[in-house]
């Protein structure tokens, strides 16, 4: 689970520690692995006081990961929330706020302990060590992830007879390729910073603290669930873009961990009971058959 | 049926080749009014399916990107396997309290627990999207261990399994194999306690997958011990089927239960009806419990509060005063009218966790309702293992006596 794979991501952190535009996870720089581990997973910032919701992160996720480009002409898309879908990975809503029109872009959060992943029986839904949550084909289509996200994000193609999931992968393959996330990189206004979570969540609290009033002190993702890949910084409480508040701290694997340890427990006692406890009532049938009682 | 108590102590392999090809001949009337109605939906079904795996989900189901589990989970699978609960409870109750009280309706539901689940937890099948990876979980390196699923997949295989066995003695009566029979009768005891142990596993563990579904289902239902609920209510949806299954199968196939058997049933069926009692109640006051600490009075005010007050009471609490009149006063209709209502009430409790109170938020016009051709997959299912149920009672002892050869050993 997610925080064993913690013990990951040999030196990634130092090449990333610089956010200069595609030299994020160059493969040079990993020769430093052995000097530098971070213990932290790869993630996004997005702050929302800067997004004018121009909708190029949401044209660069569909080239970099050939879904059907989005018609950005089209500005009725704007005027109701939309959900991501099997065709968008990722989607930027407007809300109207008590700020006014605030823009949020929604996707995969990328959990540090992914409900969908713990879900997976046969570990479609992966957590990489890097950060991303991927599905691969192996996939049985039970639809379970669906079920333990908490944010609703994995879609499934009904109308195929082949199936997929399809979800933000925070574009893995570009990061193996040592490149960011199409839209990180497609932004043009700055409000998505990639790096090690770590240090995103450093320059989110440096961000609240230096510009007072500008921002909620709310980090949403820092703790939410366990904590997120993706975190969000707002300017009015998360309820009014759509986030869900209620969902508590707790990474989602844990809700299901107490069932899965009375397992093995079970497997060992109630045998054991049982066999115990049919020793005892057959003994008692054969003393009742030598004294002549009924038999059976 | 062809008596075989007079065949000899062994047979050689094409003999019972040539009394298995006699046997698939079709017994008794063929157009009777239920072989008239279940065949052409069983028909319609098979056409169905076909269409299902050739077009996908989407062209049968009305399953959507929110409600990702319909009927064929929520009634199919959660449903169909708590009805099969009265095979654990049963076989506990015989083969290791070794009560003989309860030895004649036995097998009975030792089948009708294997049917369900080769059928009803075989819908899942249906419901896979990329069925063709259903063997992942079994071979191949990427095994999900910490999937509450992946536990219940591997049970429900190793769980029809062991219920095989545990009905196998009639298949090698039924072939007049005596020393198979022998071998077999003595794998009993031991199909029977690894069964239970599973059976615990994976009624609960079929509760403990929504566990993660933490803030979709309504609170009144969502809570951490659904797991132990859903044991809990196997026990008594299980003992329910087998007094409502047992009314039916003593109409249609009573010529084959002897004087005897007749005659003890009236006590079986109180029996059962003081146990439902029983499980009912501790099932009741869990509720209870649960809902007091969970704080939830003001959501009883609301609509869903009703309902959940209708479940609880009506198809809980009602049913389980019921049983213990009829088993008091030895009232098989007051009975068999608690049997009834505790199904719907497991029909409406799982739907309820699966489907109903599932993003209660939804509005109605966007909420998940089952299409007709999801009912009539659903049906055709339920009508074939009827079928198979019924090949089977008319060819091997299940209500019958066994031949007298293996009388001294079961």
């Not at chain 2, 009806?273 to 939830?296: D, T």
């Not at chain 2, 007051?334 to 009834?340: G, Q």
């Amino acid at each position: 689970m997610g925080i064993d794979r913690r013990t990951f991501l040999k030196g990634l952190g130092v090449g990333v520690a610089s956010l200069a535009p595609g030299s994020a996870l160059l493969p040079a720089r990993l020769e430093a692995g052995e000097v530098t581990v971070t213990k932290e997973f790869m993630g996004v910032l997005v702050d929302t006081t800067r997004c004018v919701g121009c909708r190029s992160c949401e044209v660069a996720c569909a080239e970099a990961n050939k879904l059907p480009s989005p018609d950005l002409g089209d500005t009725s898309a704007l005027e109701k929330i939309r959900p991501t879908s099997i065709k968008q990975w990722t989607v930027v809503n407007r809300y109207k706020t008590e700020k006014g029109e605030v823009f949020a872009k929604k996707q995969c959060m990328h959990c540090n302990q992914p409900g969908c992943v713990s879900a997976c029986l046969v570990k479609a839904m992966e957590k990489r060590k890097e950060g991303p949550v991927t599905w691969d084909t192996n996939c049985m289509g039970c639809r379970f992830c669906m079920i333990s996200c908490p944010f609703d994000i994995p879609k499934f193609e009904y109308d195929s007879a082949v199936p997929k999931i399809q979800k933000c992968s925070m574009c893995w393959e570009r990061l193996k390729k040592g490149e960011r996330p199409a839209c990180v990189e497609a932004c043009p206004t700055e409000t998505l910073t990639f790096g090690p979570r770590r240090e995103l969540l450093e320059e989110a609290n440096r961000r609240i603290y230096g510009e007072s009033g500008k921002y909620v002190s709310h980090i949403y993702g820092e703790n939410e669930v366990g904590g997120t890949g993706y975190l969000y910084l707002a300017g009015v409480p998360f309820e009014q873009l759509g986030f869900r508040t209620d969902l508590g701290k707790k990474a989602y694997p844990e809700f299901s961990k107490g069932f899965l340890y009375s397992v093995p427990i079970v497997l060992l006692l109630w045998p054991a009971l049982l066999a115990g406890i049919h020793a005892l009532t057959k003994r008692e049938g054969e003393v009742k058959n030598k004294e002549g009682g009924e038999k059976r | 049926m062809n008596s075989l108590e007079a065949t000899a102590e062994t047979k050689t392999f094409k003999e019972v080749l040539s009394f298995i090809r006699s046997e698939l001949k079709p017994k008794g009337k063929i157009f009777t009014p239920f072989t008239v109605i279940s065949a052409p939906i069983i028909l319609l079904g098979a056409f169905l399916v076909l269409y299902r795996l050739v077009r996908g989900l989407g062209a049968v189901t009305n399953l959507s990107q929110d409600f990702p589990w319909g009927i064929w989970i929520g009634f199919d699978v959660m449903v169909g396997v708590a009805f099969a609960g009265g095979a654990y409870v049963l076989t506990f109750v015989v083969y290791v309290l070794g009560s003989q009280k309860y030895h004649s309706i036995i097998r009975a539901t030792v089948l009708n627990g294997l049917l369900a689940y080769i059928f009803y937890a075989g819908a899942i099948f249906l419901d896979l999207g990329r069925w063709w990876n259903i063997a992942n979980p079994l071979f191949g390196n990427k095994f999900g261990a910490n999937s509450v699923l992946f536990l219940i997949a591997w049970h429900f295989l190793l769980y029809m399994m062991a219920e095989f066995v545990e009905f196998s003695p009639a298949i090698a009566e039924w072939l007049g194999l005596r020393k198979v029979r022998r071998f077999l009768g003595s794998l009993t005891i031991g199909a029977v306690i690894v069964g239970i142990a599973l059976s615990t596993l994976h009624q609960s563990g079929l509760g403990a997958l929504f566990m993660m579904a933490k803030g979709k289902i309504h609170p009144l239902w969502y809570t951490e011990f659904i797991p132990v609920l859903f044991f809990v209510s196997s026990i008594f949806a299980g003992l329910s089927m087998v007094i409502f299954e047992g009314t039916i199968s003593h109409r249609v196939f009573g010529d084959q239960i002897d004087h005897q058997d007749h005659a003890s049933y009236h006590g079986i069926v109180v029996g059962l009806s003081r146990g439902c009692a029983v499980a009912m109640f501790v099932y009741f006051f869990a509720q209870l419990l649960i809902f007091i600490h969970g704080w939830h009075w003001a959501l009883l005010n609301t609509p869903m509060g009703y309902w959940y007050l209708a479940e609880m009471l009506g198809l809980v609490a009602v049913p389980c005063f019921l049983f213990l009149q009829g088993a008091r006063y030895g009232n098989l209709l007051i009975i068999r009218t608690a049997a009834i209502l505790t199904l719907v009430g497991i029909i409406v409790n799982r739907l309820n966790i699966s489907i109903i109170a599932f993003k209660w938020w939804i509005p109605l016009s966007e909420r998940y309702f089952p299409s007709w051709m999801e009912v009539v997959i659903t049906l055709a299912i339920i009508l074939t293992e009827v079928w198979v149920f019924r090949w089977i009672v008319n060819r091997m002892p299940v209500f019958r006596k066994p031949p007298a050869w293996a009388e001294e050993n079961h």
